[in-house]
């Protein structure tokens, strides 16, 4: 099955073929717009897994898009419509490089940091993991340790 081959591969396969965002909604409107009106989905914020899963049900209900497609997809939606705060203890890689609009290696930093020493209590630790400080303090009120 098709959608069983997407999401096994992984999102690896598609971060070296990123799309801006421009793209990203071209797509986006293309593909979903097929089935449903647009604001049933940007009406809600969801974190990467999420839009993944969402997308992975539309994939399977037969949304028409190739794997690299429905990946720009998410990736768009994740940038886009991703949490509007950020539960920085428990946030995956790709939720915290989409919040803070930095790299993927950046972000999977700030994991393997609070990984390997504990949860954030400050965004003094955050800084400790090499996070970007500008990027972080711009965020600094929707960050919930």
Same mark, same amino acid.
């Given at each position: 099955m098709k959608v069983l081959v997407l999401f096994a591969i992984g999102a690896a396969a598609f971060a070296q073929q990123k799309i801006d965002d421009a793209? !990203?909604?071209?797509?986006?409107?293309?593909?979903?717009?097929?089935?449903?009106?647009?604001?049933?989905?940007? !009406?809600?914020?969801?974190?990467?897994?999420?839009?993944?899963?969402?997308?992975q049900r539309m994939a399977q209900k037969g949304a028409n898009a190739t794997d690299d497609q429905f990946f720009a997809i998410v990736d768009y939606l994740t940038?886009?419509? !991703?949490?509007?705060?950020?539960?920085?203890?428990? $946030?995956? $890689?790709?939720?915290?490089?989409?919040?803070?609009a930095i790299s993927q290696s950046d972000a999977e930093a700030i994991v393997k940091y609070r990984r390997t020493n504990g949860n954030y209590k400050t965004l003094d630790d955050l800084f400790k993991a090499g996070a970007d400080r500008k990027k972080i303090e711009a965020k600094k009120d929707s960050i919930e340790f």
């Open positions: 793209q !990203g909604k071209k797509l986006f409107e293309t593909v979903c717009s097929q089935c449903h009106e647009l604001s049933l989905t940007t !009406g809600r914020r969801s974190t990467h897994d999420e839009w993944m899963d969402l997308v940038r886009n419509y !991703g949490p509007a705060k950020l539960r920085i203890n428990e $946030a995956l $890689a790709p939720d915290v490089a989409a919040f803070f």
